[in-house]
């Protein structure tokens, strides 16, 4: 059975840091592709950023230069850093995995930007 389980989300200032972590049981993990979502409130979910099998990494511009997604295939975790939080970045924190096992998701982690 797939899982991916989200953390580290929280209420942080304006201008702070948090860092999401996403740990997946179930799927070759280095075969995956791994990204991370948002769905703030009232809003369509959106792409935040996404890093490939072989470490390519793409980001929405809105985190370009601010956010970094990496991933650890020993521990099966992708990380999302997200420096000079904006309270525009105030969402749920969704992680998927894609890959030849299908599409997965993750019940994702709150981020709140307080101004």
């Known amino acids: 059975q797939v899982q991916l389980v989200e953390s580290g989300g929280g209420l942080v200032q304006a201008g702070g840091s948090l860092r999401l972590s996403c740990t997946a049981s179930g799927i070759i993990f280095s075969f995956n592709r791994m990204a991370w979502y948002r769905q703030a409130p009232g809003k369509e979910r959106e792409f935040v950023a996404d890093?490939?099998?072989?470490?390519?990494?793409t980001y929405a511009d809105s985190g370009k230069g601010r956010f970094a997604i990496s991933s650890d295939t020993a521990k099966n975790t992708v990380y999302l850093q997200m420096n000079s939080l904006k309270p525009e970045a105030t969402a749920l924190y969704y992680c998927k995995s894609l890959g030849v096992s299908g599409t997965y998701w993750g019940q994702g982690t709150q981020v709140t930007v307080s101004s």
């Open positions: 890093i490939t099998s072989g470490s390519s990494t």
